[in-house]
């Protein structure tokens, strides 16, 4: 609804009325939830000044509030942990066939690559 309302006033509608919220809406397909249209106008017309200014105002709000990276995240701390000990490469090796066949016996055999073909598993 929101949207749809700022859409019209970027159309060129200043105040745009319940009617061409909905109308927007329905030509893709939504149907309005007429409570939340209700709310939108209530809070609209509680503005003590135009949807433009309330904007600006709420921009300025937030431009006070940090937004911004703070560096990057921390490392995974095992890492270094693999080296250090040696053959740790080999342990991963050994997970990731572990979890390629556990995830194609979870997969059901969807897409192939058993060891079984489907015309051997079906009975017609």
Known sequence: EVVAFMLARLGGNEKPSKEDITSILDSVGIKPDTD???ALFADIDKLG???DEAIKNG???LAVIPSGGGGGGGGSGDGDAGG???GGDDKKEEESESESKSSSKAGGNLFGGG???SDEDSSD
């Open 84 to 86: 250090a000990t040696g």
């Open 115 to 117: 060891d079984t073909s």
């Open 59 to 61: 921009m300025d709000k």
């Open 36 to 38: 939340k249209l209700d």
């Open 49 to 51: 000044c135009s949807v």
